[in-house]
């Protein structure tokens, strides 16, 4: 085996048992849709994108230039998010920076009143921010001790990001977008019309919901070169919410 894919399975937590955690990050609207209890599905772009042989193989490409051919099977316990890890999620947040301490509903995280730390959904803290009482944080910096959703992986699998389908769109959290895939002739908006005919149907549905997740993944991906148009290997996750209490102290 290739040093490069021993490093991806330790990365990956293989061989270190179940029930490690990861952090991930979720939009606003992805973290309200989990809150909500709509979203129990996630897909994240494969860093390195594969070759799949017509055998069903993947050929994984090592930044030396190495080529290694895997079974199907292999390939998925490369995925980092294996079934019973836990993922905490990172999400774009206020932090305290008035001039006393900060008023009851923030999070205190350590003995200094400055890093306290407030959800978006926290609407006294949404006016303080207005005020100049908070600054807005973004995912990437939450400290695992400010983390209020766990996930815990149930099933992963592999596939194109335009395999998605309506019950899949569904389960990544999307509403009934009737109103919002129409734009303002009453025609449907292009999300909706390049979703369809990439995946060969003729005209989107009245409750498309796959337009919708079209749309918002290119919001988050496109900039990093893996728009929806490009069609990139995704790994597809299955969770399930699981409560605070649960969850062992972790670190920062």
């Known amino acids: 085996m290739f040093e490069w894919k021993q490093r991806r399975r330790r990365k990956a937590g293989i061989g270190r048992g179940m029930g490690s955690e990861k952090p991930v990050i979720f939009s606003t609207e992805m973290v309200r849709a989990v809150l909500d209890g709509r979203k129990t599905q996630t897909r994240r772009v494969i860093k390195s994108q594969p070759f799949r042989n017509d055998d069903g193989s993947f050929e994984l490409y090592s930044e030396t230039g ?80 400010a ?35 129409l734009d303002h002739s009453g025609e449907w908006c292009r999300y909706t019309v390049m979703a369809a005919k990439s995946q060969g149907r003729e005209r989107p549905g009245k409750a498309d919901h796959i337009g919708g997740f079209a749309y918002i993944w290119d919001r988050i991906n496109a900039k990093r070169g893996y728009g929806w148009n490009v069609n990139p290997w995704v790994w597809v996750i299955d969770f399930e919410a699981i409560m605070p209490s649960e969850m062992k102290e972790g670190k920062k």
């Not at 205190?108 to 005020?131: F, S, T, V």
């Not at 699998?157 to 569904?170: G, M, N, S």
Request: with cysteine; charged share 25%; glycine share 6%.
């Open 66 to 145: 190495s080529i290694s051919v895997v079974s199907y099977e292999e390939f998925l316990k490369m995925c980092p998010f294996q079934p019973g890890v836990i993922l905490w999620v990172r999400e774009t947040h206020y932090r305290w920076t008035g001039c006393n301490s900060p008023p009851p509903g923030w999070m205190m995280i350590d003995d200094n009143p400055y890093n306290a730390r407030a959800y978006l959904d926290n609407e006294e803290a949404g006016a303080l921010y207005k005020r100049g009482a908070a600054v807005k944080v973004p995912a990437i910096h939450m400290p695992r001790k």
């Open 147 to 181: 983390a209020r959703l766990f996930l815990r992986v149930k099933n992963i699998r592999v596939e194109r990001l335009q395999d998605v389908t309506e019950e899949d769109a569904i389960a990544e959290g999307m509403l009934s977008l009737n109103g919002f895939l």
